[in-house]
């Protein structure tokens, strides 16, 4: 599959598809020395901060990813085309700590072109980005109370915002 590099302001994405209907892969880590995990995510955002482009993703400090995205500089977003559903899902429910789980998929992990991070030869999209902010959610200031259902074991997210550094994608996603 062809992958073109895509300016951040041409970016052509359906964000609440992406996030909310189209399973992404979240990779941290350093792809060279094979010190990396990756994740299935559901939740974040993509768009502007402090004037530049970002993507934002949260991860729950129990997950296996939370060490890299704190001991890496950078991190990876990428959408599959759907015939990868299987291997996302299974990389959605296991856990690194385990095991080398992305031998288990039909998924291969590649260098990326601008982040330690890796990209998957997979992958529709990859966005690349250094990250540039992270914070606790604070429960205390949830003002909508159903968001608290979410935590019923009270192991809220870190947020993470990361610079988009890079973008590659297939023509769907170009203007």
């Not at 950078?74 to 085309?81: E, G, L, Q, R, Y």
């Not at 996302?88 to 095991?99: A, E, I």
Request: glycine content about 6%; some cysteine.
């Amino acid at each position: 599959m062809q992958k073109l590099e895509i300016n951040p302001y041409d970016l052509i994405i359906n964000p609440h598809h992406l996030f909310d209907r189209q399973t992404l892969l979240l990779a941290a880590g350093n792809y060279s020395n094979g010190d990396f995990n990756e994740m299935t995510i559901g939740w974040g955002s993509i768009g502007t901060m402090w004037n530049k482009p970002f993507v934002e993703v949260v991860v729950r400090p129990t997950r296996f990813t939370y060490g890299f995205m704190e001991d890496y500089e950078d991190f990876t977003v990428s959408a599959f085309p759907s015939e990868y559903k299987k291997a996302l899902s299974y990389l959605g429910t296991r856990s690194g700590r385990d095991g080398n789980k992305l031998a288990e998929t039909d998924l291969s992990a590649i260098s990326s072109q601008k982040v330690k991070s890796p990209s998957f030869e997979q992958a529709e999209l990859t966005i690349e980005c250094r990250t540039i902010y992270s914070a606790d959610f604070d429960p205390t200031r949830f003002i909508d109370p159903t968001i608290e259902k979410n935590y019923p074991k009270k192991d809220y997210h870190r947020v993470y915002y990361g610079e988009i550094v890079a973008i590659f994608g297939t023509e769907k996603f170009s203007n």
